[in-house]
């Protein structure tokens, strides 16, 4: 099982970026699907997540309205787009897949992850 992050890069404060996720080895659309992110010297933290069915989709709090993830079930890929960036959101961002199927808030409920993929945002 491979997740290929990618995507990430530098912008300024009040850009966007969008992060990509492909998944080999396993099929996107029978796992929930989430991105995390850990910034320096910070614990990971979940960013937002994708139910196995689409039908459930969470954010963070300090995200909401900015990030949007979604699921390419014919590329077996997972996005997350991201606008009006914040230097706070600057970290290393991961994808990650969840067997049970539902969008877990924390980390050590997902089994498979991607390698990371650094966005930094300047201000």
């Known amino acids: 099982v491979q997740l290929q992050a990618s995507g990430g890069g530098t912008v300024q404060a009040g850009g966007s970026l969008s992060l990509s996720c492909a998944a080999s080895?396993?099929?996107?659309?029978?796992?929930?699907m989430a991105w995390f992110r850990q910034a320096p010297g910070k614990e990971r933290e979940f960013v937002a997540g994708?139910?196995?069915?689409?039908?459930?989709?969470s954010y963070r709090d300090s995200v909401k309205g900015r990030f949007t993830i979604s699921r390419d079930n014919a590329k077996n890929a997972v996005h997350l787009r991201m606008n009006s960036l914040k230097p706070e959101d600057t970290a290393v961002y991961y994808c990650?897949?969840?067997?049970?199927?539902?969008?877990?808030?924390?980390?050590?409920?997902?089994?498979?992850w991607g390698q990371g993929t650094l966005v930094t945002v300047s201000s």
């Open positions: 990650a897949a969840e067997a049970s199927g539902w969008p877990e808030g924390q980390p050590n409920y997902y089994y498979y």
């Open positions: 080895g396993l099929i996107v659309s029978r796992y929930a």
């Open positions: 994708m139910s196995r069915s689409g039908g459930m989709i």
